[in-house]
């Protein structure tokens, strides 16, 4: 990573690295910032799988059960998206924001 981005890392990973503010924030609140954080930081270096992975994560905490029809066989980057979350099923919100939390801490620390 060169300039802006580098230092966009550095001041993400001083952001979450405070024990004591992560300590006191919920998960939800936790949740909010490390989606609001995590496309800024890191840019087109994730697979497809840990696309879908972050994507299912995020619709799963953001809306619950997956709640819409399944896109036709043509529309491929719809069904694959809508499979990744489809597979989170009876996930709970508060357990998805955690996997999500976890899993953008580890994508930063592999593409950051």
């Given at each position: 990573l060169?300039?802006?981005?580098?230092?966009?890392?550095?001041?993400?990973?001083?952001?979450?690295?405070?024990?004591?503010?992560?300590?006191?924030?919920?998960?939800?609140?936790?949740?909010?910032?490390?989606?609001?954080?995590?496309?800024?930081?890191?840019?087109?270096?994730l697979?497809?799988?840990?696309?879908?992975?972050?994507?299912?994560l995020?619709?799963?905490?953001?809306?619950?059960?997956?709640?819409?029809?399944?896109?036709?066989?043509l529309?491929?980057?719809?069904?694959?998206?809508w499979?990744?979350?489809?597979?989170?099923?009876?996930?709970?919100?508060?357990?998805?924001m955690?996997?999500?939390?976890?899993?953008?801490?580890?994508?930063?620390?592999?593409?950051?």
């Open positions: 060169k300039g802006k981005a580098k230092w966009a890392v550095k001041k993400y990973r001083l952001l979450v690295s405070k024990d004591s503010f992560i300590r006191r924030m919920s998960v939800g609140s936790q949740f909010k910032e490390e989606a609001d954080n995590f496309f800024k930081v890191v840019n087109n270096t697979t497809d799988d840990e696309l879908k992975e972050v994507y299912a995020f619709k799963q905490a953001s809306f619950g059960d997956c709640n819409t029809e399944k896109p036709g066989m529309d491929l980057k719809g069904k694959a998206k499979d990744a979350w489809d597979g989170k099923k009876g996930l709970g919100k508060e357990d998805a955690s996997q999500y939390i976890g899993l953008v801490k580890n994508l930063l620390e592999k593409h950051g």
